[in-house]
DNA sequence: GCTTGATCGAACCGGTCGTTACCATCAGGA
DNA sequence: TCCTGATGGTAACGACCGGTTCGATCAAGC
């Protein structure tokens, strides 16, 4: 397994700095996709610096500990994942059905990837080592299942809050699945087809 | 984070036995528990070695390494776990819904359990590290999704085997959240509402 | 009684890791 | 022009880990 590779930027001389927070941000991205590509153990400090041409001292001044990138890469995950997700809704107007089918559709198209391993903050979360993952991962998957306890409260469901776990379930499932069984964007047609009939059952 | 405690066999002096492969056994024991509370890195050999009273040269001589040992654990949890679904599923009779209830009925006494902390199989091959984990789980969810299939075919769906997945990915999904999100049997009883729609949906 | 083999305890090795410190360097502002 | 500050590079530190080896010890079988 060789270095990082094509995440260098920044090819900067000694003492520049070309820009305020470039140096952060190059970071924040390398480690975001090595971080999640090898676990959050199959780095090393040493090699994501030198991966973006920069030296320890500027991570430890960025971040001020491993935990402390891993905390910012996770954060910054969740936030795309869920707007993704949101986007993505938006785009079923005003149907219900339509809007789950335009999410798990973005799930599916994620699903299909090359690079895909499954959800970041849950993976990061499994593999603790640090406190904050368990939070995060929970306000991660709280930002999931209020969309879709939206959805299923604009369907008109008996019991949204219940139905949005329900969907959070087959998600979560086919986010698994997708990982593990290198299902694709099958798995998210599976779970699209268990998930459209739960937002017609229990309607009044 | 004291010593593992509380696992400790084999009061044996310097140079005795006391069972052939007792001590195999109780170093598997004691790593299935610790390795799944703390994960596959979150515990050292020479931790688990001294929490049984064993030494480093005895565990390797059943194991050959860590790596072997670990799969050795997986292997028996998925062996004991897939069993647990079986005999579940045995107690529903000729019914599939029954069996079905069952099996989540296990389930959600799994996700009660104070010390539950998710799949050991998909958390190890989440934290990845070697390769037989991967095999593992897929072998894993593949037991799973035959007991699964073959409710559905029992029930006279038009498609086991895609029931079936739908079937697992709500296994999964409730597995995942009921670990992060410490949702306890309720997460089994609302993926078994969600579930048994799809017995009856696809008949013919 | 002697041999065989399993075991413990301890030391040891090579490697990796996160973290800190120091230094030379260079850009930009005073 | 000089100072300030962010930077890259290198080295070192302390800790831990997986794995190996060795000697002492004791039970069991011939």
Not at 5 to 20: E, Q
Not at 81 to 98: F, H, K, Y
Not at 155 to 182: E, I, K, N
């Amino acid at each position: 397994m060789g270095p990082i590779g094509t995440i260098c930027l920044m090819p900067v001389a000694k003492g520049t700095s070309l820009d305020p927070d470039r140096t952060r941000a190059a970071m924040l991205e390398a480690a975001t996709v090595v971080f999640y590509e090898r676990g959050l153990d199959g780095v090393g400090i040493a090699e994501l610096c030198s991966s973006v041409g920069a030296s320890k001292e500027t991570l430890y001044r960025h971040f001020g500990s491993k935990d402390g990138l891993i905390a910012a890469v996770l954060q910054a995950r969740s936030d795309r994942n869920n707007a993704w997700l949101r986007r993505a809704a938006a785009t079923g107007g005003d149907d219900p059905a339509a809007q789950l089918t335009a999410v798990f559709g973005v799930l599916g198209e994620w699903f299909d990837q090359p690079d895909y391993r499954g959800c970041a903050l849950v993976n990061a979360a499994t593999q603790r080592h640090f406190e904050p993952a368990h939070s995060m991962v929970v306000q991660h998957l709280d930002g999931y299942r209020a969309l879709l306890t939206q959805i299923a409260a604009a369907a008109g469901v008996a019991d949204p809050d219940r139905v949005g776990g329900q969907l959070l379930m087959l998600l979560q499932g086919a986010t698994v699945m997708a990982d593990h069984l290198a299902l694709g964007r099958a798995a998210a047609d599976d779970a699209l087809a268990a998930a459209l009939p739960l937002l017609t059952s229990g309607t009044d």
